[in-house]
T-cell receptor, first 113, second 112 residues
């Protein structure tokens, strides 16, 4: 069974640029959630994708968008990057939407300068 | 929406002692409560979880209790070891989908 993977590991971008982060879900999982974790804080829910549809969204502006592909991998896109977007971005997959265990990927560390 | 509060923010215990971390939640629709352990620079790892139809769950040295009436749940670690040192997060999940609301974290230090 393959675990959750994310790419890239680290990324440095300039304010105003756009970024795409990628996540491959664990084998057998059809649900992917994305989280932003600022230094010293708990993960904040961005949105969830279930069977290629957005299935819930946290308090993030529309410049945070996502996609899920038929193989259940997912992308997080952030436009017009701001300094406060610097954080660890985590994705987590689960077997189904609902109260099922989530398994996290290693994260992508984004630095915006 | 859900609000999860977690206490204490830091906790130091001697090796072999017990550690207790407490969380409260606001949304009565929450019915699933996972606990995650996050070591420095690593991903959060699920260590135990509890559903709202259960009052207590135990897995070796780790246990979680849930009081639905009071809307609080707790993590208990017995016989702590240095490798238990990490940041622990509680979370609440409402029925229907996986919008997991995390607490603010507890940094546990186990002193050898």
């Amino acid at each position: 069974e393959t675990g959750v993977t994310q790419s890239p590991t680290h990324l440095i971008k300039t304010r105003g640029q756009q970024v795409t982060l990628r996540c491959s879900s664990q084998s057998g999982h059809n649900t992917v959630s994305w989280y932003q974790q600022a230094l010293g804080q708990g993960p904040q829910f961005i949105f969830q994708y279930y069977r290629e549809e957005e299935n819930g969204r946290g308090n993030f502006p529309p410049r945070f968008s996502g996609l899920q592909f038929p193989n259940y991998s997912s992308e997080l896109n952030v436009n017009a990057l701001e300094l406060d977007d610097s954080a660890l971005y985590l994705c987590a997959s689960s077997r189904e939407s609902g109260a099922y265990e989530q398994y996290f990927g290693p994260g992508t560390r984004l630095t915006v300068t | 929406g859900e609000n999860v509060e977690q206490h204490p923010s830091t906790l130091s215990v001697q090796e072999g002692d017990s550690a207790v971390i407490k969380c409260t939640y606001s949304d009565s629709a929450s019915n699933y409560f996972p606990w995650y352990k996050q070591e420095l620079g690593k991903r959060p790892q699920l260590i135990i979880d509890i559903r709202s139809n259960v009052g207590e769950k135990k897995d070796q040295r780790i246990a979680v209790t849930l009081n639905k009436t009071a809307k609080h749940f707790s993590l208990h670690i017995t016989e702590t070891q240095p490798e238990d040192s990490a940041v622990y997060f509680c979370a609440g999940v409402p029925g229907g989908y996986q919008k997991v609301t995390f607490g603010t974290g507890t940094k546990l230090q186990v002193i050898p």
